[in-house]
């Protein structure tokens, strides 16, 4: 049995007649009707009923057909998969996203992008701090999307967007410290994100407090949500909690809301493929 043997019978399925297929595939028709043969040999069973004025599958052909048309969808996808690499695109692409950006309509972008590039297999980091700016100035990444910058030289970088990083704290805990000013925080444990860099960078810090330090963003928002510290979390991953009053927003001299640029960054020296300056370019028409 060949590949080609399987496509005749389907070009037979698809366009009713013997004739028809001969046509599609550019073969005369003694030589369509000589390769179903074989293959009808091969398995020892009919596979169209021939009595009629078209041929009709039989039982068995109709089983046929539904196992193989897998055969004959891959065989496409490795076409288009050809055809990709003809228009020189990569076979998979980087991009790291600081993990404060996260957000349900990103991801749908992110998917949606995912699903019109099949062939390019888009990995994404979520990452924290420097993290992101590592990983492009190391060419680990194409693109990155991150509020921390420490050298722009050596990138290009387009402002997107802005998020507010709130400090807040679990409501009956607020209660039982009670926190009336910014020294009753000291006592308690603020829950930071630790930076993988030690010379890389930190946010929101309050000065002499007790700190427990944690490398998942998960996990912080859990921690604080369970009322064993205080933290910053993304204002758009607690508005249903500060809603319902289950956090108390902090709004200290040193301690209190503040926004975030958030930027998408790329290194200059690092020439992008087809794929991924098309997700550069969709990224920043995005958040325009």
Not at 159 to 179: C, G, Q, R
Not at 212 to 226: G, H, P, T, V
Request: proline letters at 4%; aromatic letters at 8%.
């Amino acid at each position: 049995m060949t590949f080609d043997q399987i496509l005749v019978f389907h070009k037979i399925v698809e366009l009713g007649s013997f004739k028809s297929a001969a046509a599609e595939l550019n073969k005369t028709q003694p030589a369509i009707s000589f390769s179903i043969k074989k293959l009808e040999e091969e398995m020892g069973v009919e596979l169209f009923d021939r009595s009629l004025y078209r041929p009709t599958m039989t039982s068995h052909g109709r089983a046929f057909y539904e196992r193989s048309s897998a055969i004959i969808l891959s065989m496409k996808d490795l076409e288009n998969l050809s055809k990709s690499f003809l228009q020189k695109e990569e076979p998979e692409i980087a991009f790291s996203l600081d993990g404060i950006c996260l957000n349900p309509k990103l991801l749908k972008f992110v998917k949606s992008f995912s699903d019109r590039h099949p062939f390019t297999k888009l990995n994404l980091c979520i990452d924290t701090l420097s993290e992101t700016e590592r990983r492009v100035f190391s060419k680990e990444c194409e693109i990155g999307m991150t509020h921390f910058i420490k050298e722009p030289q050596f990138l290009d970088v387009i402002p997107v967007d802005k998020v507010t990083m709130v400090p807040v704290m679990n409501k009956d805990l607020f209660k039982e410290k009670k926190v009336k000013d910014q020294s009753d925080l000291l006592l308690i444990d603020q829950i930071v994100i630790g930076d993988k860099n030690p010379q890389g960078a930190s946010f929101g810090l309050l000065e002499g407090g007790k700190r427990w330090r944690l490398l998942d963003n998960n996990f912080k928002r859990e921690i604080i949500f369970a009322g064993l510290g205080w933290g910053h979390l993304p204002l758009h991953n607690i508005e249903k909690e500060l809603k319902e009053k289950k956090l108390v927003i902090l709004e200290f001299e040193d301690i209190h809301p503040r926004d975030l640029q958030v930027n998408l960054i790329r290194h200059k020296k690092q020439q992008l493929g087809p794929i991924a300056k098309t997700l550069w370019d969709e990224l920043i028409a995005f958040h325009q």
